[in-house]
């Protein structure tokens, strides 16, 4: 399956960390995490590039990381020092053979 799966979403108090996962069945270019909060719009979190580029939104900055293992078809964001404003549906988009792929997004829940 092309279209990537996240996982690893969940509820976590402030502070807290989770990892997320991307699984794919194709090669990945490049890829990137998304994310989507309540009544707001779409934002880019990290990206992830085929030569190892990464770079990320300044409100995400020191505390996530965007990761590949390219063995495994898989991108993974770890997150941590959570906060209650990156609670969202987060997710995964994959480039692979020219076509972006979204994934279907896993919700993270910050509260205490």
């Known amino acids: 399956q092309v279209q990537p799966v996240e996982s690893g979403g969940g509820l976590v108090q402030p502070g807290g960390s989770l990892r997320l996962s991307c699984a794919t069945s194709?090669?990945?270019?490049?890829a990137n995490w998304y994310r989507q909060a309540p009544e707001k719009e779409r934002e880019l979190v990290a990206t992830?590039?085929?030569?190892?580029?990464?770079d990320y939104a300044d409100s995400v900055k020191g505390r996530f990381t965007i990761s590949r293992d390219n063995a495994k078809n898989m991108v993974y964001l770890q997150m941590n020092s959570l906060k209650p404003e990156d609670t969202a549906v987060y997710y995964c988009?994959?480039?692979?053979?020219?076509?972006?792929?979204w994934g279907q997004g896993t919700q993270v829940t910050v509260s205490p």
């Open positions: 988009r994959t480039l692979i053979n020219s076509k972006f792929y």
């Open positions: 194709g090669s990945i270019f490049s």
């Open positions: 992830i590039t085929a030569g190892g580029s990464i």
